[in-house]
């Protein structure tokens, strides 16, 4: 491989990268188990023109990129369709299919989702049902994921069943990372850098003391955890 060749790969791989990472970016944080049908048509087919276009260099970089623009446009649209029609969110991203109903197993559900008993149940076990008499109902969901809901006696027991009165969870930010003040949690907390070395003196800790710590955080009430190098 010539020197221009190798450059112009080069070229190609990081240009193919980095309008995959914006394209990507603005597509959303979507997990893998979320994608719908069309997020994975998407992602397949983008794959195979990004992995055409960085290595064939008979093929145009800038066709190459523009059809992959258009790829992850198209993915858009059809997000935002499926966000405003729920006709269209139907067929495109489906229903969930029901496999077990009032504690039988449908088999037509089953058939429609291509799944044997012995996956049902192995599937069940995944959501943490080892009994199948358990179970009430069970929907295989269009990310591909089991949604399963207990009879009534299987089901976990709540604070209200018990009638227990629970507090809300106290929100707590980090405010010191790997040694770094991360001044934005502080300012969403309220307090200051003054504020903090004060607090960070009270537990015996100097200013010059903060690359040894791994950790700072603080909760709603303005009381400091720290977490420093063992």
């Known amino acids: 491989m010539s020197l221009m060749n190798f450059s112009e790969i080069l070229l190609r791989v990081v240009a193919t990268i980095l309008v995959m990472l914006i394209m990507a970016r603005l597509n959303g944080p979507k997990q893998i188990a979320q994608m719908s049908f069309y997020d994975y048509v998407t992602g ?24 992959i623009i258009l790829f992850f446009a198209g993915n858009l649209l059809l997000n935002k369709i499926t966000q405003i029609n729920l006709i269209a969110n139907a067929v495109l991203t489906g229903k969930p299919i ?6 039988s197993i449908k ?10 008993v ?10 943490g049902y080892f009994n199948i008499n358990d179970v009430y109902t069970a929907n295989l969901e269009p990310t ?3 949604s399963v809901q207990p009879k009534g006696f299987a089901r976990p027991a709540r604070n209200d069943d018990l009638q227990l009165k629970a507090a809300n969870p106290i929100q707590v930010l980090s405010v ?7 001044q ?14 004060r607090e960070l003196r009270k537990q015996n800790i100097d200013e010059a003391e903060l690359d040894q710590i791994i950790l700072a955080v603080v909760d709603e009430n303005h009381k400091l955890t720290v977490y420093k190098q063992a």
């Open 118 to 127: 012995s996956e049902l149940l192995s599937n069940l076990r995944t959501s």
């Open 44 to 67: 397949i087919s983008v794959g195979s023109i990004a992995a055409t276009i960085s290595i064939n260099t008979d093929l145009s970089l800038t066709s190459g990129l523009f059809a």
């Open 107 to 116: 088999i037509s559900g089953l058939q429609q989702s291509k799944m044997t």
């Open 176 to 182: 010191i990372m790997d040694g770094v003040i991360l």
């Open 98 to 103: 029901a496999l077990i109903e009032k504690g």
């Open 144 to 146: 591909g994921k089991l």
């Open 184 to 197: 934005s949690n502080l300012k969403l907390m309220n307090i200051d850098e003054k504020w903090l070395v």
